[in-house]
Nanobody, 116 residues
Framework: QVQIVESGGGLVQPGGSLRLSCAASGSIPSFYTMNWYRQAPGNERELVAS???????YYQDSVKGRFTISRDNTKNTVFLQMSSLKFEDTAVYYC??????????WGQGTQVSVSS
């Protein structure tokens, strides 16, 4: 079993920055992709960014140039550095670990609120 724990959410003003962390523990496979999703009230959960074991990254168009995903494989941890935050970035952010066999593990989510 794999446990996922996110941290780092909070309240920030537009234009501000936050750094989310996600730590995986338990029976971690050798190869896996780490993903950050978000879900705003009334919206479906959407993929924000992902990073493979080899470091290949993907970003949703709306966050390109503002968000950076990175990972520390030695600590099974992934980070999402968010800058130039906008009102529309407000959501619950979820960390997801997906194995090569498409098994998925989710964290409990962390709230990010962008407000003046």
């Amino acid at each position: 079993q794999v446990q996922i724990v996110e941290s780092g959410g909070g309240l920030v003003q537009p234009g501000g920055s936050l750094r989310l962390s996600c730590a995986a523990s338990g029976s971690i496979p050798s190869f896996y992709t780490m993903n950050w999703y978000r879900q705003a009230p009334g919206n479906e959960r959407e993929l924000v960014a992902s990073i493979t074991s080899g470091g290949t990254t993907y970003y949703q168009d709306s966050v390109k140039g503002r968000f950076t995903i990175s990972r520390d494989n030695t600590k099974n941890t992934v980070f999402l550095q968010m800058s130039s935050l906008k009102f529309e970035d407000t959501a619950v952010y979820y960390c997801n670990l997906r194995t090569i066999y498409l098994l998925e593990y989710w964290g409990q989510g962390t709230q990010v609120s962008v407000s003046s």
